[in-house]
């Protein structure tokens, strides 16, 4: 089945401890993305990757790193959570960029404390 | 901002009954994408109009574009209880753009 597949799907942590969530797309899909969600704002995006190796910044990037060493992966790292990062953060990836329409992971909601 | 905007922000009809969602935007686009999403969950993508289209069909669904008014509509026909969830509009503002814009959302209850 054609998907993306992102982990975990919720997630409390502290301040300051470093987290990676995981998202994983089997469709040979050269684009991906984040975003983040929060009520009122719609979805936000964070980062986003047009291949292996090429990352760009989206509206809201500080507080995040990612990385893109393999076509199916695109990881997010938040290397040091603030609780403003509390929010319910989405996975998504496109043949090659927003002229397709985008498949979405099933989402992270994630709690810094 | 460059997100689109969705009107009405909520909207509640009678099982069976059309509902329509309109999506207003500011520059000129290159396509405009509607997506579904039930509580909390991912997002799914429904129909993707371009900016040379004037109207698509899906199933009960219906998108219409008016590039002159910057502005979207989305008609969910004979709506169902399991229509029921939040709609996104999402622009992209130029060819081979990386990037999609989502609004708000507007969030459909159908009532059985």
């Known amino acids: 089945e054609a998907q993306v597949t992102q982990n975990p799907r919720y997630l409390i942590t502290v301040t300051g401890k470093k987290l990676t969530v995981t998202c994983s797309q089997n469709m040979n899909h050269e684009y991906m993305s984040w975003y983040r969600q929060d009520p009122g704002l719609g979805l936000r995006q964070i980062y986003y990757?047009?291949?292996?190796?090429?990352?760009d910044k989206g509206d809201v990037p500080e507080g995040y790193k990612v990385s893109r060493k393999e076509k199916r992966n695109f990881p997010l790292i938040l290397e040091s959570p603030s609780p403003n990062q509390t929010s319910l953060y989405f996975c998504?990836?496109?043949?090659?960029?927003?002229?397709?329409?985008?498949?979405f992971g099933s989402g992270t909601r994630l709690t810094v404390v | 901002s460059q997100q689109g905007e969705e009107d009405p922000q909520a909207l509640s009809i009678q099982e069976g009954e059309n509902a329509t969602m309109n999506c207003s935007y500011k520059?000129?686009?290159?396509?405009l994408q509607w997506y579904r999403q039930n509580s909390g969950r991912g997002l799914v993508h429904l129909i993707l109009?371009?900016?040379?289209?004037r109207e698509k069909h899906s199933g009960r669904l219906r998108v219409t574009l008016d590039t002159s008014k910057k502005s979207s509509s989305l008609l969910i026909t004979a709506s169902r209880a399991a229509d029921t969830a939040s709609y996104f509009c999402a622009t992209a503002y130029q060819t081979g753009a990386n990037n999609l814009f989502f609004g708000t959302g507007t969030r459909l209850t159908v009532i059985p």
């Open positions: 990757s047009m291949n292996v190796e090429v990352t």
């Open positions: 520059t000129s686009i290159n396509n």
């Open positions: 998504a990836s496109s043949l090659t960029g927003a002229d397709y329409g985008y498949t």
């Open positions: 109009i371009r900016s040379n289209e």
